[in-house]
């Protein structure tokens, strides 16, 4: 289960403990002895981010908090076609959608009036018609032209072992994470998990005296600490290794090749070609409403949250590979962030997760599952979650 259900699934344990402790360190330390499952299924960060949200939006929905049924729409004209649709009233005034797919005609009913709002909710739990169609196809990940399996790639030749510390342990766990930066195939990093096995000093033990010689070497205290951080950990670094060529191995059947990775894809170019050469002053972050608004009004948007929650996916998604197919071809350089543009970008998107309605309460429950997935603050996820459940 994910923390979010955990937490629903221990609510009333979840909610006495803040009932005693207002704070979630607090309510932590009481569910290690109340409901010692909870604290074992997750981390104490996982559960000051998502503990409190869970509980405020239980206890909207507690209150009588649903989402809004749609406002009848205004009576208007009635179209003769709508979205690809024929719209036709019988002899007793009910209006209906009709369309002839694969050989039958399906009908939709609308109501005793013409109700644009409704038609669009019906054609939207059919999958078609709202929302953007360029935009999704703009914002689709795409899908692996061939296998992303990492058998075929050929090994490196192993880093050449040298003496750094003069301590024989030190050094050869040092060589080891060497190993697992400079791999390009799951085998290497079975070598070396296989090579650290033969280790007998516990790697924070190692990083210890990793710290104390870079420190022995004129090296800051604050340098020496965060350059010993996990600098012998053979284990954490396979780990990091092996994810690093699962992503590449993505890349790879996705874009063909490196240089194809690093090219503008088609999302990136239409942000270019729709979006002012001359930018608002300051950062993206400090921007007034009405100026980001302004900055992306001539580009491809989202209009539903369907559109918005794909698009954050997919900048999460073409940076993940892109990161990690950078790191497979350099190893141990370090890359830029998101060009300032794209940033600007998410937070756009991420405003308009408060401002699209869900169209019904299937979109509105996609939103919440996606939200922890989404790098922002808790208020803001408070924030959509009451937006949701329609709540102020």
Known sequence: MSPAETVLANLPEVRAAFAKSPGPVGAWSLLQ???PALTAAMSINSFRSVAPVVLLTAERLHKGCTLPEATPATPTTTPRTFDGWSVQTDAKGYTRLHKKTGGKVRSLYIGKQWDEAKATALLHRLGTATGNPAHRALFAIPTPAVSASTALTAPRPLPEQTRITGDLELDAALWLVGVCKNAVDLA????ATE????LTTPANELDRRYGAFL???GAHQLQAVFGSFDAANVARHVERARERIEWNAVAMAVFGSYEAT?????AEQMLTDTTPTTLPDGDYWHWKPEQITAVFAGSVNPTTLTEAVAEIRYW????QVRRHARATRNPGQSFDDEPFLVQAR???VERLLLELKPIDQAEAVLVADAVDEFEIDSERIIAVLRHLVGCP
């Open 215 to 217: 420190a022995s070497q």
């Open 188 to 191: 290497t990093l079975d070598r």
């Open 195 to 198: 090579g650290a096995k033969r």
């Open 346 to 348: 998410g937070n756009y």
């Open 33 to 35: 002895g109340t409901c």
């Open 316 to 319: 999460r998604w073409l940076y």
């Open 262 to 266: 690093e090219a503008p894809t088609e």
